[in-house]
């Protein structure tokens, strides 16, 4: 029978006849997939897993947060963050341009990744031997591969799990016959939070992709405290199970006339972009509540400064993608 239970206790058995004695590594991303594989791993060999989480300073409010002191608390998993957010913003400045944006996310993030992975490997003890690397490939990563539709011919993808092939290690993939909802269920029953185990599609290059224009630190300031504010009042409204996700978006090389207060503001627009979808390849706008899209637009213009304008998304995907860059 399948039950999670099942699942956890095959998989914590496998885990431990594959990795033996020896260390295993695992990338955090905040999302569902490497956290959940993280905890199982967690679960069957203990304090032989070391977690990394690159901090690229691209996620969303309170993120970060979730990963260092909720996840850690509900896993007791040993972890080593890397604030790598300076070189980060350092790579792309001056970069608009989506594809150069992607690029460069993804390649200081496996720079970074694989500078933590060497300085892990470098400090255990003597013939402690790290020699696994914990990945949270789902079943329809696995049946893609093969195939290789879907969007990252669109738009070049990254991810944890996308990590380049290091033949130094062998990967440990404890979700590799699970479907997604199968693994929120697995990570509920483990005890890792709701906001990690629900946490709807983010894209790995984060806020980095949601700013149109330049990457700069005042921008992702801005553009996470509009985000939060349309998260908490999805959130209130009780639509986080109706909608796949909801994009947040700063024009930032926008400006538009407005006027608050008695004076005339020329400011960025925030575009909304929530979704509904069944699996992100084909996707339709999400007709939502016109009093709570009311209540987000008063919110975000009244509380973040230098947005004057909120706007909404109406188009399916195709002909536009979920995300804008
Ligand atoms: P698009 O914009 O192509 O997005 O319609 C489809 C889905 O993929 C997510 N997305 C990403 N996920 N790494 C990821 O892990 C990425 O680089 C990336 N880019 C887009 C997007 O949020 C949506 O759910």
């Known amino acids: 029978d399948w039950t999670t239970g099942n699942v956890i206790e095959e998989q914590v058995a496998l885990i431990r006849e594959q990795v033996g004695g020896k260390r295993a590594i695992c990338g955090l991303s905040g999302g569902v997939d490497s956290a959940v594989a993280a905890a199982l791993v967690q679960k069957a060999i203990g304090s032989q897993l070391t977690c990394v989480y690159v901090d690229h300073g691209l996620m969303r409010k309170g993120e970060t947060e979730q990963v260092e002191k909720d996840f850690v608390a509900a896993t007791g998993v040993q972890l080593k963050v890397v604030d790598a957010q300076e070189r980060f913003l350092d790579a792309l400045k001056g970069v608009s341009d989506p594809e150069e944006k992607r690029k460069i996310i993804g390649r200081e993030f496996i720079r970074v990744f694989e500078q933590a992975q060497a300085e892990i490997v470098a400090e255990a003890a003597e013939g402690e031997d790290v020699a696994f690397l914990v990945q949270g490939t789902l079943y329809p990563d696995v049946v893609e591969s093969g195939g290789g539709t879907g969007t990252a011919n669109i738009k ?107 004076g005339r503001t020329y400011g960025h627009p925030i575009v909304l972009r929530p979704v509904s979808s069944e699996d992100a390849m084909t996707a339709d706008w999400s007709r939502l509540p016109y009093d709570v899209l009311a209540k987000i637009s008063t919110r975000i213009t009244n509380e973040v400064a230098d947005v004057n304008r909120v706007v909404l998304d109406v188009t399916s995907k195709p002909p536009g993608t979920i995300e804008w860059e």
């Open 156 to 262: 070049s993808h990254h991810n944890v799990g996308g990590l380049p092939e290091d033949l130094e290690f062998e990967l440990v993939e404890p979700l590799r016959k699970l479907f997604k909802d199968e693994v929120r269920m697995v990570g509920q029953q483990l005890g890792l939070p709701d906001e990690i185990v629900q946490r709807q599609p983010f894209p790995g290059p984060g806020l980095g992709i949601r700013i149109v224009g330049e990457v700069t630190k005042d921008r992702l300031d801005l553009l996470r405290e509009a985000d939060a504010i349309a998260r908490e009042e999805l959130t209130a409204a009780g639509l986080d199970r109706d909608i796949w996700q909801c994009p947040v978006v700063l024009l930032a090389d926008v400006r538009s006339v407005g006027v608050q207060g008695d």
